[in-house]
């Protein structure tokens, strides 16, 4: 009964596709906490869908800490509004967030609908601030 | 013995709604610690009030981590300035969280009074610069 | 002899008022480490003086966590700076954060001088840009 | 069988370039987690490809710390963008990161294509906003 | 055995003043890693290098934590761009980082020609933006 060892009992259990059960990740070292539903919402073919519900068998290649937590080698920074969206649908980014950033998270895990969401934001921000044609 | 058994007492007591009991909750991987009496302060039919206090062993649909912390899949980021408010009675957010993440937040807790503050402050700041009317 | 157990010696000593004796707070779910002649420092009625000296048989109604740290109620966000004025003397705040959170910890403790200074800082916030009278 | 003793093994299989192996790193205190492969990408003569691949023997003079985290004494702050950076070869900024500080993580690590970017991206932002000559 | 103890073996030997040997600090709660050999760079007469070298068995009046970390009562928002200073001669501040609050660990720490640096930067940021002279 080592620390920890409490959390690994999730993982004997991911044969099934249970939404309410609990999903510790590690994303680049910072932990997440949510549920198999979150994850495995919106966007049906998502990476984070198949990962933790569909082809969990095939795709899942990661692994897991010492703590029972999925590794995922990518950004927390960006990931963080990911998983936000994952929870209500809605894409909130605070002021010194960068979306070029997220969007390069929402290509990795395959969130086609936020891509676009995201693609959107950048072009606006990029236009430059006098944007009154020269006649 | 394991480390952390200690908070697992706060757990056995769940039964009563004593507000000086301390509560560790775990939101989306970020530990708060907080007392039972913040938790059910105002709007007295929130969802944290009845999972804290009324309705516990109905509405409580959440787990605990293996620290005891009561599992939450929400984000940690905005619930700051939530559990915040709940501890004064006043919404103060820095200037580079986004009040629509806070809002989302305000919605799932079921904080009327709060969902209605955050809504002015959106709607002020949708407003462009140079709002006079063009006469 | 469990992890952090030796954090624990320092919880035995309270009945002295030792201002080189190490703290360790729990505000809010963030750990804050310190030395009871900075939180006794500066206003000496103020509650946290009272709390780890003087009263603090009496005015202590706080509990200690798991690893021996005190807990507070409070946002850890806005304690932040007050606990680096108790240090030094000087109220210090980044730009992004909002100095009405640090005036409700600054209340909530009962510091005095700090008080009026984050007033008189909030009023000067507050003034419009421009304030030039329209003669 | 220690907390933490099986990341542990992750360390006794550093004789191969296997990119898959998951690598926990400590920089200046903050634990970041990633892969062989991650570290070693792009820049094929970095310091982080030949201390995690080509010359692991001679030019890793650090050490492990208790946890089996590889110890780099350097800004955890700036090299978060530098880690993400070598995870899809995109260099992301947000607002509030100084480019400088980024600038001298690409230098220690020998990041060769990161150092000329962030000359140019410092250069941009310290010309003047009214760049006009005054003819 | 305990979690922890094998960094505390750095502790005998700190009698030395090998600059490879990794230290471990506690400021303010917040754990920085880091080399003798960067807390003893440049300013040899400040008083982290009288701290971590020279007369390390009179000046050093800190403590150690649990983990075997020094512990430093002092901010670590602050004492961020100070160490990492100390590891490359950089003054780097990220633009929310208010250096009035750099300025007074610079002060705390002795370090002469960083408080130098940081008063102009103040001076700078105080002047008004319209500082062309009425004539």
Redesign the interface.
């Known amino acids: ?7 690994l009992e999730g993982l004997s259990s991911t044969s099934g596709c249970n939404p ?1 059960e ?1 999903i ?3 994303v ?8 198999r539903g ?1 994850l495995t919402r919106f966007d049906g073919d998502s990476m984070l869908a198949r990962m933790f519900c569909k082809d969990k068998d095939i795709g899942w ?1 990661s ?1 897991v ?2 703590t029972g937590a999925y ?1 995922i ?3 927390p ?2 990931f ?1 509004p990911i ?2 969206y994952l ?2 649908g ?1 894409l ?7 979306p ?2 997220v969007l ?1 998270e929402a290509k ?1 895990f395959g969130l086609t609908s936020l891509i676009e969401t995201l693609e959107e934001i950048i072009d606006r921000e990029q236009q430059p601030d006098d944007n009154t044609p020269i006649t």
């Open positions: 009964t080592l620390p920890g060892s409490d959390t309410s609990w510790t990740l590690n680049g070292g910072k932990v997440f906490t949510t549920t979150t290649s692994r800490d010492g590794l080698d990518r950004s920074l960006y963080e998983l936000n929870r209500h809605k909130i980014l605070d002021k010194n967030v960068n070029e950033g390069e990795f």
